[in-house]
């Protein structure tokens, strides 16, 4: 996910050191749905606000706990305004079971966006 940030010029490529460091060294809030990882931290390494995510076929251990994940959100948030404003989203989406249970199962990644997209306009 970090490469896919990278490319678009969202972070430098230490941010993945970073926030790998942060999963793997310190407690973190970083699950915030069961299933759902939503890794983040604020960093010299952002140079524009952006995400990238990633389901799994096979949930995975998350940090070195034993909760499984098959959704990752990794955020790289320029500010704090920008930050909350992208946090909010993305708690809007996973707070939603039937969006969630749609992510799970689908494959294409362009229908994976259009319904996030649909969901933060209100037309769910």
Excluded: C
Aim: cysteine-free.
């Amino acid at each position: 996910m970090n490469q896919s940030l990278v490319k678009q010029d969202v972070v430098e490529h230490t941010y993945e050191t970073e926030v790998a460091q942060i999963i793997n060294e310190q407690e973190h809030h970083f699950i915030v749905a069961p299933g759902v990882a939503f890794p983040h931290l604020s960093s010299t390494a952002i140079k524009k606000t952006g995400f990238a995510f990633m389901t799994l076929e096979e949930p995975i251990s998350f940090g070195g706990t034993e909760e499984k994940v098959w959704w990752i959100i990794l955020l790289a948030a320029k500010d704090k305004i920008q930050h909350v404003t992208a946090v909010e989203m993305m708690l809007e989406v996973v707070n939603s079971k039937e969006l969630l249970d749609k992510l799970r199962h689908e494959r294409n990644i362009d229908v994976v966006w259009n319904w996030m997209l649909e969901y933060e306009e209100g037309s769910k």
